[in-house]
């Protein structure tokens, strides 16, 4: 055992006392450091706390109901979850982003896309990279809740819409707010809302639209909820009262069935619209959740445009529905005196050009209206009565009425989109084409043919507001609507009693066109109307493809003087007559009101609502449920049923 | 050799301090566990305290003259046990440092610590000049060089770091000349320098290791990594403020966002929910703790005993620096305790074992 380095007591006093001062140095130096966190950043790393702690979760507002007139729903929403993504943390992100995108089948891209179509937002604020998430994506997120703690559900309101595209144009359909909307929205729209895009949703989004709420709940490192800070309720979207009559629209959809056209019914004392309905539709359904960038590609180069409502944007020629016009026109100014008639041998030659009367080319093989007077030219649809009427009258007063009754501007329906149509004219000539006025114009446009087009409801609106002594109310689709616009053109009384006869003859006479569209006990009255897409002699030329044929118009109204409800119909390309292809819709339409009146009258008819709040238990899936089938027509008494899916929870 | 020493001699105050740390220490492992699924762990940690405390009376009545006689042995001894850890130690956390003893695993490398503040107090009591000789420099260094290797190979790059101080302040203390401490210093610029300099670091650190360093240089490109546990802590503290968030109250520490809340960086949690206050309060305990042990140094008997509780100090006061440097973020995460607050069986005896040593040169002061 050594024993030399015992009692050595040679101890290093001042370095030991250096070693102190040390000590004492590297203490205060982390006390610096302490002290910088602690006191003077203490803010900042309170903030970045808090943000640790607590996340806010959107509550989405559920958007209002869409009801019938007799409060049957017509549009409704169903739960379903959309899955967040936690954007505070933006490298963790980053690295996530792989595992996300292959977890919930999305292409990284789009991934890429979304984060940086969001970048302006604030950063807490969570984004909606899949709007519907499916079971498969339910688990993966619970089952990743730890190591990528950048997903979350929200539960959100889906539209539902009636099933086939049911009123489909009308109501439009919501989908994710464009950039646009945004900015118009005066910060209400943040990008992800979902808002109204076309229709009624569109028109009346800010109603509809309710409030989002927030939920600031308190999460784990994991990003486990573990406790609830606040809760701001959503204050839902209010529900609207449309005037569209479930009964009514139901028989316009089925009785135009997929042809390409369009029907509108109007209650002409109102200018409460009855029915609307545009073929062929998409199902807004479809664009409820999102639509494929394909799917909206096809749908806009569809060459039967399915996007188009054309009740309210179909501008065509109202063929013989104009010849209403030019004899209102007539009988005001009396140019050609009421007495005036003329012979029909099929045709007539202006300026040394034939002029055919649709008689001419007629299945009966009749070619000739014989000797017509203004009763009988409407019944009949002479051309030829009309060719001369248009050529004595001129175009200026031709233009002058039509625009009064309604032709070349817009109805002011609360429609978005809504198109004027055209009502030509010297000077519109003159604008558009910097040519003269030929007068060979003005005879095809006294009979509805040429530059002149209208659509679906103008022309329910204009007939409608004839037979109603000059009264025209403006079409609305919301029923307690305030302020009703309101045209008044005065015409006299003869005027209209003259009209209206011929239009009730045009069903109820003789050699009528409409003569098979007859009602028992409906003073059911109108006008056909076949509009050349292009002209006769052309159409002779060329092989009778379908998509030369003629549009086929019928407007009816009953009853016969002051209606109750007119109706539109428009049927594109049938081949057929007016009264032939688009009558019969007229008359389905006009038939189920009077019964629906007459039931209504007997007390027979109840409509019975339903009973439901969205909260319900329906025991629906949240993942997309095509909503139930309407009723058949058969009970089309009965009201829509509940549509109400639960919330299945993701678990 | 006179009777052994009376309870009397005993340093108390040094006693009071360790009991007071320790204190806050189960407080805040109590606070930071008692929610989770790791409820009840400060009452393991008080177990670990009573046994160290039973070590540390043990090694005390030791004289530690005769611990110094054996230091070759000891340090046998230690270098074969880092071999065996190597050879068959258990992998936890992704690192060999575990043997088993006595049911528990023990970190050997803790060991080690003890063995070579031994070892270099022998030695540095050995040199008879009062100027260290270049030639004693390098032999104390190739003396701890060699358990270091092989702590590193572990790798253990946090207890291999420890072992650097006990060196330096040894050298120091046994008398280093100037210009040897500047070469010295020199030479661990550089070191430092090319562990942060990715060419030279790819060659000698583990990629964890490298990942902490750059993960502790640029937080933001490792946001769950090291550099996410640099930055929690950070928030942990900085959000603490002057008075603190109160007794389990500290949302970073309850919520699971501070790393290994209950161990490396209990002083986050604790400087969370006790504030600037309390921040001030443990390290002004640690202080007087380091400057108690200094203060026993001086009077210790002989350069012996002076060595013994110098090396002490150096290790305590390392581990305190480096850990709650990593606290406040300006440290990368090496994996070494807060003495006596952190949890922690092996690192808690080595304290007490440690003290042990203090305590056995202090009661034998007047002895002779």
Redesign the interface.
Known sequence: ??IW?????????G??AI??YI??G??GV??L???????I??D???V???R??VRSIPIIAPRGRMLDRDGRVLVDNYPSFSVLLLRD?A??VE?NLPAIADGLGISLDELHDQLNNTKALPKFQPIVIKPEATKADVAFIESHRADIPLLEMLMVHRRRYLPDGFMGHASGYVGEVSEQQIEASDGKLRPGDFAGKTGIEKQYNDMLMGTDGMRRV?????GKE?GRLSTQEAIPGKQITLTIDYDLQQIAEQSLGQRPGAVVALDPRTGEVLAMVSRPTPDPNDFAVQVSKEEWKRLNEDPLHPLLNRAIQAQLAPGSVFKIITATAMLEDKVPPESFTTFCPGYATFYGRQFKCWVYFAKTGAKSHGVTNLHDAILKSCDVFFYNVGMRLGIDRLAYYAKKLGIGHKTGIDLPSEEPGLMPSPEWVEKTFHRKWYAGETISVSTGQGAVTTTPLQLARTIGGIASGGVFKQPHMLKDAQNVGEERFAISEPTIEKITDAMYGVINEPGGTGGHLKLTGVELSGKSGTAQVIGYSTRDRLAKQKKFEDNAWFVGYAPKRNPEIVVAVLVQESGQHGGEASGPVVRDIIKTYYDKKAKKNNGQYTVELEHHDLDGDGGKPAVKTAPEPAAKPEDSAKPVPARVASVVAPH | MKDAPGTRDYDWWLLAILAAICALGVIEIYSATHGSALAGMHMKQVRWLGVGLVLMFALSRLDY?LI??QAPILYLIGVVALVAVLAFGHTRFGAKRWLPVLGEFLQVSELVKLIIIIVLA?FF??VQS?ELSLRDLIKAGLLVGLPLGLILKQPDLGTALVLMPLLV?GA????LQWQHAAIISLAGVLLVGSVFFPPVSKHILKPYQRERITSFLHP?????GSGYQLL?S?????????WGKGFGNG??NQ???IPVRYSDFIMSAW?EEQ??KG??LA??L??AL??RL?QN??R?????G?FLV?GV?AAL?FH??VN??MV???MPVTGIPLPLMSYGGSATLFVFLAIGLVMNVRLRRFV?
């Open positions: 055992m050594s380095f015992r009692n050595d007591n040679r101890l290093p006093q370095r030991l070693v102190s000590i004492v590297m203490i982390l006390l450091g302490f002290w910088k966190l602690q006191v950043d203490s900042r790393y309170g970045m706390a808090e640790n702690r943390d490298a963790l690295k308190i999460v784990n490192s994991v573990v | 003259h110094l006689d022998r009591a050995e009062d302040v120091f203390l046994a008398g933001e490109d490792d946001a769950k929690q950070k928030i942990a503290v900085g959000s603490g403020g002057f949302s970073q919520l699971g966002y400087a504030g600037f921040v001030l390290l002004g640690y202080m380091l400057l200094v140094a001086q210790a008997k002989d350069r012996a002076m110098m100090a006061g305190v620096l709650v440097a406040i973020g300006a002779n």
